[in-house]
């Protein structure tokens, strides 16, 4: 049996949506290995915790994002002062 013409928009439509899903997918993929691999650095290196820092007070975050990141924020902190002062 032939579909119609809105079935056949149906099924467009769905497989939009399914290809927006996969996109999205894949950005929160690339947002989470690009975040690992700064954060690992960035704990290791007192001028990239300092970089970091600088970003993250900057960028208006949400309450529930500010307490998602205080911990690192505060570790970030700590290396950037503890290298800063010559103590590795």
């Known amino acids: 049996m032939a579909l119609t013409l809105e079935q056949k928009i149906a099924q467009a439509q769905d497989n939009l949506a399914r290809l927006k899903d996969k996109a999205r997918s894949a950005d929160t993929r690339q947002k989470i290995v690009v975040g690992a691999a700064v954060i690992s650095q960035a704990l290791r290196s007192s001028s990239l915790a300092?970089?970091?820092?600088?970003?993250?007070?900057?960028?208006?975050?949400?309450?529930?994002?500010?307490?998602?990141v205080a911990d690192l924020v505060e570790k970030l902190h700590d290396v950037s002062k503890r290298e800063d002062a010559g103590i590795a």
Do not use: N
């Open 50 to 68: 300092g970089r970091l820092l600088a970003i993250l007070e900057a960028e208006p975050l949400r309450d529930h994002d500010q307490k998602v």
